[in-house]
């Protein structure tokens, strides 16, 4: 490509009164015509916050993409974008995921971009990001901002949200005392950067790196090592050259790296919330990937990385046993590692340094991907559940229904419902819609008097999520939701349920002549919104299993470019 090929040449080469504008406005920026014109612009979205400790070290990351950009000869510009945190944003993140995807593909295509670097790594801003990168097909290369350290407490490693869930368990039975929770509040989050376990977040900067989208093993480096600083200073250079060379996202992203990011996901035990975002990342990219995709590939593909919360280690130690590469290489011939990506060499792989962490095949931590499909007449779109970190002895079970209507009913009525060992806790209103956003309710907590009888799981059923983090034999992402009409609506206290995790099934006890008489009594609920993107949301958000995308962008490309003159 040519500096007159390039997409920013509209705003600042042409002899026109508006480039005229454009180039004086960047003199007032402090720039000089030899500083910018003819050189690729590279914008930097960078989901940096005060509130969102994930990322607090993305500030310094970006000025280290942006030396790599002025290396390679392209002209940074840093954009800040919503910071979708996931720490502190109620009622949810994922409420706001579909934001950020907007504000991205629209961010991309409104300003004068060649390229862009994606900067973000806590769970909802990676899918945003690329959602919205590959509606705008900008040329584009994601940074992860890279897992914290581990946590320490008394000489425990602590895993951020598998040992919060653990200890709060253990505090509420009395076996820890309001010193030691204290102690643990201090020692859980030690530094910059997401989750140390093998949730939500760094499911999904992996499935940003198997997908092509990454520099070989960014999704692995610590957030505070100086080797994440190099990464950052080589992302931005190559920026530079996927402006010149015009890799867009439409180039990368076929059916072929979908199933390699599914099967990476099984492999790594990974995030049921990544069923989610890979449905929603696959359609806008006109990839019809389906829940039985999923079922298919966990059949077929074993977890071999023994990291919390379904396995011992943390990300460091995954790191250190080679990363994201060294677990490819372990199911090389279940991927299509000859795809083009942004590094334009393949996907690397590379022979683990720990078997203990990075299992082999004849060795897994479970034989079957860690993640299963629960269909019935309690699902008809399907359910989630991550088996391999639940109780083995729950995973074919019947028990009676304990019902809440709502997480705050929940919290109200927990330690005084009749609850036994066998029940089994059905939450309701906690959907895309009923929720709203579909919030990590999901691990729902296990009566106190259960708690100090030494139970530790029991079957949970809801139509939310749950974090990455959580572990439990808890069915999710039931579809449709109770808010909409989905059988989730019509339980009632005593009813039998039935989970079967063998022969996927997940149903209600009731004669169906019953279910019909309570199905005519249902009576949908008012909208929790009703203005601004909260009424936005409550109109268009489609189902759990359809991704939760909007239906007005998921499998559509973006809008034409902007006129500039």
């Given at each position: 490509m040519t ?10 080469g042409?002899d ?11 003199r007032q ?17 960078n989901?940096?916050s005060?509130?969102?400790p ?10 280290d993409?942006?030396?790599g ?5 392209g002209?940074p510009?840093e954009?800040?974008?919503m ?14 995921r579909n934001?950020?995807?907007?504000e991205?593909?629209e ?6 971009l060649?390229a862009?670097?994606?900067m ?5 801003t990676?899918?945003a990001?690329?959602?919205?990168a ?5 040329p ?6 890279g ?12 895993g951020?949200?598998s040992?919060m ?6 505090k ?5 005392t309001?010193?030691?929770w ?6 859980i989050?030690r530094?910059?950067g997401?989750c ?11 499935v ?17 090592l ?23 996202p439409s180039?990368?992203?076929d059916?072929r790296?979908?199933?390699?990011a599914?099967?990476?996901v099984l ?7 990544s069923v ?9 990219s ?14 077929e593909?074993p977890?071999?990385?023994d990291v919390?919360p379904s396995?011992?280690?943390?990300m ?8 994201l ?12 590692l000859?795809r083009?990506t942004?590094n334009?060499?393949?996907i ?9 962490v990075?299992r082999?095949?004849?060795?897994p931590?479970?034989?079957e ?7 019935g ?5 399907g ?6 970190a639940?109780?083995p ?15 705050r009913?929940?919290?109200r009525?927990?330690?005084?419902v ?5 029940s089994?806790?059905?939450l ?8 709203p ?15 100090k ?6 079957v949970?059923i809801?139509d ?6 959580s ?6 992402h ?9 059988p989730l ?5 005593g ?5 079967d995790?063998?022969?996927r099934r997940?149903?209600l006890?009731?004669p169906?002549?019953e279910?019909?008489r309570?199905?005519?009594?249902w009576?949908?609920?008012e ?16 189902q759990a299993d ?11 490309k ?8």
């Amino acid at each position: 490509m040519t500096p007159e090929e390039l997409r920013s040449h509209r705003w600042y080469g042409t002899d026109s009164l508006r480039s005229f504008s454009h180039r004086a406005r960047t003199r007032q920026l402090g720039l000089s015509a030899e500083e910018h014109l003819g050189k690729p612009v590279i914008g930097i979205l960078n989901t940096w916050s005060e509130l969102n400790p994930c990322h607090m070290h993305l500030r310094d990351r970006a000025e280290d993409v942006k030396r790599g950009v002025w290396q390679a000869g392209g002209y940074p510009v840093e954009l800040p974008v919503m910071a979708v945190g996931e720490t502190f944003q109620k009622p949810t993140a994922m409420l706001y995921r579909n934001l950020l995807a907007m504000e991205t593909e629209e961010v991309l295509r409104s300003y004068p971009l060649d390229a862009a670097v994606l900067m973000g790594g806590c769970d909802k801003t990676t899918p945003a990001l690329i959602m919205g990168a590959i509606s705008a097909d900008l040329p584009v290369i994601f940074v992860p901002c890279g897992p914290m350290v581990p946590g320490d407490w008394q000489g425990r490693r602590l895993g951020s949200g598998s040992d919060m869930w653990k200890y709060w368990a253990d505090k509420r039975a009395g076996l820890i005392t309001d010193e030691q929770w204290a102690e643990i509040e201090e020692g859980i989050a030690r530094s910059p950067g997401h989750c140390m376990t093998m949730g939500t977040a760094s499911t999904m900067t992996s499935v940003a790196e198997v997908l092509g989208l990454t520099l070989p093993g960014a999704a692995s480096i610590p957030a505070v090592l100086s080797a994440h600083t190099r990464m950052a200073a080589a992302s931005g250079r190559l920026a530079v050259k996927l402006a010149w060379d015009d890799v867009r996202p439409s180039t990368l992203l076929d059916e072929r790296a979908y199933r390699d990011a599914l099967t990476t996901v099984l492999a790594l035990g990974g995030s049921t919330n990544s069923v989610i975002h890979l449905i929603a990342m696959a359609r806008r990219s006109g990839v019809d990937l389906t829940l039985d995709d999923f079922d298919a590939a966990a059949r077929e593909v074993p977890v071999l990385a023994d990291v919390r919360p379904s396995g011992a280690f943390l990300m460091e130690d995954f790191y250190r046993a080679g990363g994201l590469p060294a677990l490819l290489h372990r199911v090389a011939d279940l991927l299509h590692l000859d795809r083009p990506t942004v590094n334009g060499q393949g996907i690397a792989t590379r022979e683990p340094y720990d078997e203990k962490v990075i299992r082999r095949r004849d060795d897994p931590l479970s034989p079957e991907g860690g993640l299963a499909v629960l269909r019935g007449n309690l699902a008809p779109g399907g359910a989630v559940i991550k088996h391999i970190a639940a109780d083995p002895r729950l995973l074919k079970h019947t028990g009676p229904a304990v019902v809440f209507e709502s997480h705050r009913d929940l919290l109200r009525r927990i330690n005084e419902v009749p609850a036994t060992p066998d029940s089994v806790l059905v939450l309701r209103g906690s959907g895309p819609r009923g929720g709203p956003g579909m919030p990590e309710h999901g691990m729902l907590p296990i009566p106190d008097h259960l708690l100090k009888q030494g139970v530790r799981d029991m079957v949970r059923i809801s139509d939310a999520r749950m974090s990455g983090t959580s572990y439990g034999a808890c069915v999710l992402h039931v579809a449709p939701e109770s808010h909409v009409g989905g059988p989730l609506a019509l339980v009632r206290d005593g009813d039998l349920i039935t989970l079967d995790v063998e022969a996927r099934r997940l149903t209600l006890e009731v004669p169906e002549e019953e279910l019909a008489r309570r199905r005519a009594e249902w009576t949908p609920p008012e909208p929790y919104y009703s203005r601004g993107y909260g009424a936005i949301y409550d109109r268009h958000i489609l189902q759990a299993d359809e991704g939760c995308d909007f239906d007005f962008l998921a499998g559509t490309k973006g809008a034409p470019e902007p006129e500039v003159d």
